[in-house]
């Protein structure tokens, strides 16, 4: 892989969490458990899927071959999409939205404020904009894992579940590859590995303060980086890839 | 513990300022379960455009408002205190501005 | 005549003559209470429509063809929650909850706008569904910016100003739909034909078999006759599928150089009641959306409260 390769797979990887998270919050639009919270939501997938137009143009003209955002949005197939695994699991209740959200938001806000200090002025950059966003999104959902943590049995238990299951999703956000180590190096990139006690800090002061139980590490996956996905992520391409495949040559 | 809540979450009154040096003002209203998220609802409801540097909150029970019936006796006798207000006095033009 | 009735009828008068005035009346004012109830109606139909309205533009939010379609599209249904929201907000300060109106809606004793329960089946839905519907939406609304209830002529005002985007993000798809391939102008021409109709529907039945008109008129809650306003929609609107290249769905229309006024054919009525009637292609599906999302969100909402009440009382406690 030579410099530029891994440069836009490292944007590939930052663009594509966005989006598909984003993607999955629009799934909720018109179904919010109240009507405050589906503005709110869409809030939320309005920063990430602007977090993830910037990343991705980036990508393309790193890489120069004439990709523009949408050619990568919508005309890759599974196996080259770069997004954590965490983030392509189905929705699941208002509960696991919520989980699987503040996993990331507290997870993408130190990475962040890792890369908004990046070598590169575009992606340093576009990481303090996005920054200022993660910043209200990790307040929302924090404030969301405590309310249903320590609301009534029936939240405490739903959200304890959801907990439990993305549990083995998170190692996979800490693991540091080739890439990695190489946009580390020459600072274009962060360390990852090394936010996991802050991440751990904070994301247990949360789960107190919620009256929940942070999970034994009994179970992990992963593998998007090399392009190993769940089978959920071939159903989201289908649907969000689906006009530009049927009609290739149409502008939009 | 569980409590019984059939009722809705409570209506909270939003009052947001447009920029620095201008009041707040009366925008609507939302519902939340208490005042953190009234606030953070406010962000998502009011301030999609960038409407606003602050917001308040106030529940909408806390609110005392006079009645219409009180706008006699509460309003009206200023009307005839004309003497509050500065174009009451003349002055001659020799005083210039004052 | 009693002096209780005698007191009615001069609070009547004192109300009128104020509507009159062109006086906003505000929630505590004194007002009939058909004034009140004609409100409610109005108004959390209207509440509905936009959170209804939000269901068949989020059938296409997952499938948008290219990331900027998506971020507008999302922006522009994320609107409409909000619009909802300003409305219900409004209703509220007449004396009945969220909650409340939530049931009129689930039960079927209160409407929404009969158009979404027509299906969106191709993108240019989309378009159409901006173009059309939010164009005939802001023709009502625009004349509802100066109703006599001042919560309501207030959030029309700030309804207004945020949709004026709706409109053009829709005939910008409708555009560039009609500019484009073979299957693409299909799809938009498909669109208009089958929005057409339904979009003058939204206006309500002709003035000589409107019910409640007059009275509301008098009340100044409606301040353009039904056929006043759906003469303005077509009037704009023709033009505009003219440019487009697009043809309207319609062997009646012709400009009428006496009237000065396009005439038009007769909208199928029988279409309109059996579709409010239940019979739309989507009636049970959006209702059915809109009770799962309440009564599903209710643990939710739950937990929230009772979050809430822990935290007072430890705080209670604390002090």
Redesign the interface.
């Known amino acids: 892989m030579t410099d530029k390769d891994m440069r836009f797979d490292y944007l590939l990887r930052l663009g594509d969490n966005s989006l598909i998270l984003g993607q999955r919050l629009a799934e909720w639009c018109g179904h919010a458990p109240m009507l405050e919270e589906d503005l709110a939501l869409t809030n939320i997938g309005l920063d990430l899927l602007g977090q993830a137009r910037m990343f991705l143009s980036y990508a393309g003209e790193v890489e120069g071959k004439g990709r523009d955002e949408d050619r990568l949005a919508y005309f890759r197939d599974t196996k080259d999409w770069r997004n954590l695994l965490l983030l392509e699991q189905p929705n699941g209740d208002f509960a696991k939205t919520m989980a699987r959200q503040f996993f990331f938001d507290a997870f993408q806000y130190l990475q962040f404020e890792g890369l908004a200090k990046s070598s590169d002025d575009r992606l340093a950059g576009i990481a303090a904009k996005s920054l200022k966003e993660i910043t209200y999104h990790r307040r929302h959902s924090a404030d969301w894992i405590i309310r249903l943590g320590d609301g009534t049995d029936e939240s405490h238990e739903r959200i304890q579940g959801a907990i439990d299951d993305l549990w083995g999703y998170l190692p996979e956000m800490f693991d540091m590859d080739a890439v990695d180590d190489a946009m580390l190096a020459d600072g274009f990139g962060v360390d990852v590995a090394a936010l996991r006690p802050v991440w751990d800090d904070y994301v247990n002061g949360v789960l107190a303060e919620a009256t929940l139980i942070r999970p034994a590490d009994s179970w992990s996956v992963r593998g998007s980086r090399e392009g190993k996905h769940s089978e959920h992520l071939g159903y989201l391409l289908a649907e969000m890839q689906f006009l530009p495949r049927a009609y290739p040559d149409a502008k939009w | 513990?569980?409590?019984e809540?059939k009722?809705?979450?409570p209506?909270y009154e939003v009052f947001i300022r447009s920029k620095n040096g201008l009041d707040h003002k009366h925008?609507?209203?939302?519902?939340?379960?208490?005042a953190?998220?009234a606030l953070?609802?406010a962000?998502?409801?009011y301030t999609?455009?960038g409407e606003g540097v602050s917001i308040w909150v106030v529940k909408s029970t806390d609110i005392v408002?006079s009645?219409?019936e009180d706008r006699g006796s509460f309003y009206e006798p200023s009307d005839d205190k004309l003497y509050r207000h500065p174009t009451f006095f003349e002055l001659p033009d020799e005083v210039g501005h004052l | 005549m009693d002096v209780i009735d005698q007191e009615h009828d001069e609070l009547e008068t004192a109300f009128q003559a104020k509507v009159e005035a062109e006086q906003r009346i505000e929630p505590k004012d004194w007002m009939p209470e058909k004034y009140r109830q004609t409100l409610i109606r109005q108004m959390s139909q209207h509440a509905h429509s936009e959170i209804v309205g939000m269901l068949p533009e989020g059938n296409w939010l997952t499938r948008a063809p290219s990331l900027k379609r998506k971020t507008i599209l999302m922006a522009k249904i994320q609107d409409e929650g909000g619009h909802g929201l300003y409305l219900y907000s409004a209703t509220e300060t007449l004396g009945i909850s969220r909650d409340e109106m939530f049931e009129q809606l689930h039960s079927g004793k209160a409407k929404y706008s009969s158009i979404f329960n027509y299906p969106t089946l191709n993108w240019a839905d989309i378009g159409a569904i901006g173009w059309l519907v939010d164009g005939a939406a802001i023709t009502n609304q625009i004349a509802l910016c100066r109703c006599s209830y001042g919560p309501y002529a207030r959030a029309m005002i700030r309804i207004c100003k945020e949709e004026s985007f709706h409109q053009r993000q829709g005939y910008d798809i409708m555009m560039t739909m009609a500019q484009g391939t073979k299957e693409q102008r299909e799809m938009a021409q498909d669109a208009l034909n089958r929005w057409w109709w339904p979009t003058l529907m939204m206006f309500g039945p002709n003035d000589a078999n409107s019910a409640n008109s007059a009275q509301s008129m008098k009340w100044r809650i409606k301040r353009q006759s039904n056929d006043d306003l759906r003469q303005k929609f077509v009037d704009a609107t023709v033009p505009q599928a003219e440019f487009l290249g697009l043809t309207i769905p319609d062997d009646k229309l012709a400009w009428n150089d006496v009237r000065g006024h396009y005439d038009f054919g007769e909208i199928d009525w029988e279409e309109f009641k059996a579709v409010v009637k239940g019979n739309g292609l989507c009636n049970r599906e959006r209702l059915q959306a809109r009770v799962d999302a309440h009564d599903g969100g209710k643990w939710v909402r739950d937990a929230a409260l009772a979050y809430a009440a822990k935290k007072a009382d430890r705080k209670a406690k604390a002090a």
């Open positions: 513990m569980n409590i809540t009722s809705e979450l209506l925008v609507g209203s939302l519902h939340a379960s208490d953190e998220m953070t609802n962000r998502d409801v999609r455009r408002a009645s219409p």
